[in-house]
């Protein structure tokens, strides 16, 4: 029933003589109220339609997405895109916890185990491919990956990949120590308070079974894997806790050697640093996508992520950002640049890549994120 | 309705836009915050309701929290004593200043233009490897490696002292600045040092603003997790650290919220130990 009806009904009813002039009155004056409480809320919610929060990593990547993909958006199509940033999925998903329906809409999340945790707690949306039409260019596994997940729908789009393995400085560490001690080069005394890791349970464990000889999705020594931990923290200056700070310590020079992101690592290149980047074998091979919250304007979001995929948009950002697109070479020309970053592969199987098992990861989050915590601090 | 129940009415009336604002924004989420720290979380980062003392067994029997808590209070003592030691001269000095009071407060004030993120990163540009500090040391030969100075349990220290010391400066200068200068001149008169006069007359009448400073400093010092963070090595974290990861990493609301009241109840019971002996006027004072 609409609010004509309601009010017909209630005039009827005291023209009848059912109510009187007072309640009548009143209930006409509360009505109003309550349209005049409403009216700012509604016009406000009417008016986020009109924008698109997207939150991602900050910095360069951040930068990236600002200047080829949103403010071209927004000059082609109106729709204002506001920009948060956030230090990791753990800390996003906080946010997002606390927030309303349709606060928070796009983030660019890493890992399909992100996309796993931020399904199991009932925040996928359901994306109609159709919006999407860009999204053919892109690599088909990387799509595939996430359908089991969500019923066989998407909650995303891939967006691009990399890798987080080793970053050195060329002026103490040579190419071929690094080669040699690969993934242990972490734990070398001989660089104690100048080594660096980042304050990720994930990269870390997954670190230590490299270094205890383990099998990153499937450790079955975790006392080892512990105890690999707790030798890089009492060798470790400090845990980086953002692309920002990685940089500033390996360009600062207050550390050599760290795992790192590959685009920064490259981005630190760029700009003159000497510092190598070295994938061990199983290095940390992940994937980024845009996933779209519950709650969130679908055609604004499925029309800005057919954008974002557009060949010409998706290729400028991956060279501002670093990070390989996700759009297969084998159906579209990446350019001169992209085939020169680290972790591309031309023959976009992205089989060299190893991938964080979600199943495996999110099983043992709980527990693990808890003790890294504890070790991490000293115990 | 009488005169009477008029004027007694009145206060709280007046007090009311407070009230309300205070129950909303302080009482309301400290309940919720109670009522979360009995819930538990799931594995997949899902709360249950219900009233467990899961939490709460956690946060007062196990090692690692009481460790933690220790170390906060300690890092915290250590900051209000570098504080009052490096403050009370300086406030000191600006209450007796006769021209340039003004001036000098105003440059005390001048930090909280700049953002305290900002003002605790700008110690990596002054203490790291290639920073100001290392720079000058390698230009002038006294050193011929750079030193590592940042990332350790000094440096938190430090940036937690740089932050603070406008808050104690303040106080003293409040409490200096009442002190009536004829008693002084009387102690001098009737044969007093200096050092005498200062120990025996300006010293103990303005402990309160120095105690007032003193708990504004451990308070505070003590509920922060950027310091830390940014200027802490791997073995640096304080209490604060661990509810910021309860609560963002493991998505362990029931626990955080079980921490932070834990936080909360050791500083309450500082803040009623203050007011007993001291009372909270002169804190206000300070503050204003």
Known sequence: MDSTKRYERLRERYLNGDLDRRVFLGLIGAAGLAYGVRTPFVREARAAAAEVRFDGWGGVVSEAFREYAFDPYTEKTGVKVVDGTFGGGDEYLSRVKASQPGEYNIA????VFDYARYAGLGLASEINEDNIPNLKYVIPKLVDVFRPITGGKISCVPYDY????????RKHISEEEMKEKGAKILLDEKYK?????????????????????QDPNNATDMDAVWEAIRTHRDLSLKYWSSGAELMSLLAEEEIYVTEGWSGRIYALQEQGH????FDPPNGFGWQECLFVIKGSPMPECEELLNFMLAPETSIAVAEGQNYPPALDPQKVDLGKKIPTLPAFDPTGTLSGLTFADPDYWNGHEAEWSKEFGRIQKGY | MGVEAREARQPWILLSPALVAITFLLFVPLAFIVVYSFWLRTATGADVAGFHLDNWAEALTDRFYRDILLNTLKIAAITTAVCALAGYPAAYFIARSNRNKGFLLLLLMLPFWVSYIIRTMSWINILGVSGALNSFLLWTGIISEPLQMLYNEATVILGLVHFLMPFMILNVFVSVDGIDQNLESAAN???ATKLQTFVSVTLPLSLPG??????LCFVLAAGTYITPLVLGGPRDAMFANLVFEAIITQLNWP????????LLAVLGALVLV???FLGMAQLMKGMG
């Open chain 2, 210 to 215: 120095l105690a007032a400073g003193g708990l």
């Open chain 1, 274 to 277: 000497d510092i190598g980047y």
């Open chain 2, 274 to 276: 203050y007011n007993h």
């Open chain 1, 162 to 169: 990399g890798t987080t393995g080793l970053a050195y400085n």
């Open chain 2, 189 to 191: 008169s009737l044969g």
């Open chain 1, 108 to 111: 660019h999340l890493s890992g």
């Open chain 2, 255 to 262: 626990l955080g919220s079980a921490l932070s009241l834990m």
């Open chain 1, 193 to 213: 308070g100048k080594i660096a890791g980042w304050s990720d349970w994930r990269t870390r464990i997954w670190y230590a079974s490299l270094q205890t000889g």
